[in-house]
DNA sequence: CAATTATACGGAGGCACCCTCCGCTTTCAA
DNA sequence: TTGAAAGCGGAGGGTGCCTCCGTATAATTG
């Protein structure tokens, strides 16, 4: 009948999907207001679920917080892709990297996130690595191509380093401070002085 | 008898300072061991000391993490001082940074260390933070004055800088890359290009 | 060399969090 | 309707953090 895969395999129980998306929900909220420090324990109980529930979705806490922010990953994907193949190449990437800040920003608990991302140790994290790595590079890319930068640096290089700046930057007005750390990393891998 | 301070003062008891050198030691291995990340416990067992004593010298991580690297800050400092006015300012800056780096990669706990003292809401933490910004300003005060780099980016932008890059990069051969990548910062910051 | 007293020691124990495991409940599909 | 697959909750074991206080000991005093 479905037009599903295999055949035999039902389909997820409503409650499963609907507990799933009130971990989510809590979690998002108690990382917010805790800095992405928050005890599982805590998204649980906020969620009304029992922690065995909370372990079963998201079997570890970086889990948890790639699947939290993986809306806001994506959406920087898109950005990416919207920039790809117009406008001057420098320029994409720069307003790139102030996105990039500006999500960060709006959502404390994602610097957190993005160091365990970026950490690369941990598996589950995989999909949220690779995507944001090939929105840097697409945008990244085409700089290099134009012979705009020095090729020596390299995508993975830009990501870490911005995202390094958001998180030793715990005072309060880094997004601006950021913003302008990370031009003035732009301007030196720069060939063309502007 | 003793020229010592007002009267009235014991002398500190001697196995009270044999144990604190004994705990400093033992937290150096542990913490380089683990980056940074051993437990107390595995401390004070290390140094054949109660868990009851490593807390009364250093009532806090934050504060042994402090005690341990003041040492390798206070290096930093006197780097700082020896590069003071001699030499081209810029590469004076140029070395000092790859100096930290280097420092930093030998010490690998140094790094979570790093992150603690960047945090500031810990008072103990103050002398290194104080430290380190201070030698910074040392060697970056020089070639702003001389006209060299942009006079809108502070010396705190730079250590933050710095240390974020050294923070985020957590995979191997990341000492050579933060080196380079401080480069392409420092370029950023210059006035005149190479 | 006692006796005195300020200091320091050690680790038991309370607390919080992590995570697993399994008996019970709910939902799906036949 | 009903069997069983899928999911649920939370008790409980493990570990680490930190405090507290009875005991031990070094410095000081006579």
């Keep these: 009948m479905e037009a599903a895969s295999t055949k035999a395999i039902r389909r997820p129980r409503a409650d499963s999907q609907r507990n799933r998306e009130?971990?989510?929900?809590?979690?998002?909220?108690?990382?917010?207001?805790?800095?992405?420090?928050?005890?599982?324990?805590?998204?649980?109980?906020?969620?009304?679920?029992?922690?065995?529930?909370l372990y079963r979705h998201f079997p570890t806490r970086e889990a948890l917080f790639e699947a939290v922010y993986r809306r806001e990953i994506d959406q920087l994907a898109e950005l990416a892709r919207d920039l790809e193949g117009s406008g001057d190449p420098v320029e994409n990437l720069r307003g790139f990297l102030h996105a990039m800040v500006g999500l960060i920003a709006t959502k404390k608990g994602m610097i957190r996130a993005l160091a365990i991302v970026l950490d690369g140790s941990c598996e589950i994290t995989n999909y949220s690595q690779a995507t944001l790595l090939s929105a840097m590079q697409r945008v990244h890319?085409?700089?290099?191509?134009?012979?705009?930068?020095?090729?020596?640096?390299?995508?993975?290089?830009?990501?870490?380093?911005?995202?390094?700046?958001?998180?030793?930057?715990?005072?309060?007005?880094?997004?601006?401070?950021?913003?302008?750390?990370?031009?003035?990393?732009?301007?030196?891998?720069?060939?063309?002085?502007?």
């Design 22 to 53: 009130k971990l989510l929900v809590a979690a998002a909220a108690v990382f917010r207001e805790t800095g992405g420090e928050g005890t599982l324990e805590a998204v649980a109980r906020r969620a009304t679920v029992g922690i065995g529930t």
């Design 141 to 194: 890319a085409p700089a290099i191509a134009a012979g705009r930068l020095r090729p020596d640096v390299s995508a993975e290089d830009v990501l870490q380093t911005v995202v390094g700046m958001c998180i030793a930057r715990r005072d309060e007005r880094w997004e601006a401070a950021v913003s302008r750390l990370s031009d003035v990393f732009l301007d030196g891998l720069r060939i063309d002085r502007a």
